[in-house]
């Protein structure tokens, strides 16, 4: 893919080449998914329903992309930093909300964090992760 970016923050044309790999992962699975990606602030740059895409989805997709955003880390690898007691516990109800539920991945160019993508629609534990990973290949 391009490396287009606006100064820190993903650009419009880049979100748009990601959802292009991710909508093409979900279709080969056979998952109506919801894509969203968000920018270093954590708002919302680009969101796709795809047809018949569960509802709820669309906020969860959102939650998963701003929390890779603003973290830069992958959501499901925060899971063990909020539980009870942890270093991170009670940043889940920080920035509007956050998540951990897998399928939050950062989006990053030549190791700079540009962005979050969150894929929402399919099995949050395998199939929302796989199609995160193969749309940022």
């Known amino acids: 893919m391009p490396k287009t970016v606006i100064s820190e923050n993903i650009s419009a044309q880049y979100a748009k080449e990601i959802?292009?790999?991710a909508q093409l992962r979900a279709k080969e699975l056979?998952?109506?998914v919801v894509i969203?990606?968000?920018?270093?602030r954590g708002a919302l740059k680009y969101l796709l329903a795809m047809d018949d895409a569960p509802p709820?989805?669309?906020?969860i997709a959102f939650l998963k992309?701003?929390?890779s955003a603003l973290t830069g880390k992958k959501t499901a690898d925060l899971k063990p930093l909020?539980?009870?007691g942890a270093k991170l516990e009670g940043i889940t109800e920080t920035?509007?909300?956050?998540?951990?539920?897998?399928g939050g991945f950062p989006i990053q160019i030549d190791?700079?964090?540009?962005g979050g993508l969150g894929i929402s629609g399919g099995d949050a534990a395998t199939q929302d992760p796989d199609i995160a990973a193969y749309a940022l290949q």
């Open 19 to 21: 959802s292009k790999k």
């Open 30 to 32: 056979g998952i109506p």
């Open 36 to 40: 969203a990606i968000a920018d270093t």
């Open 56 to 59: 709820r989805s669309v906020d």
């Open 65 to 67: 992309a701003k929390t």
């Open 82 to 84: 909020v539980q009870s």
């Open 95 to 102: 920035n509007g909300g956050m998540t951990v539920i897998e």
């Open 111 to 114: 190791g700079k964090l540009i």
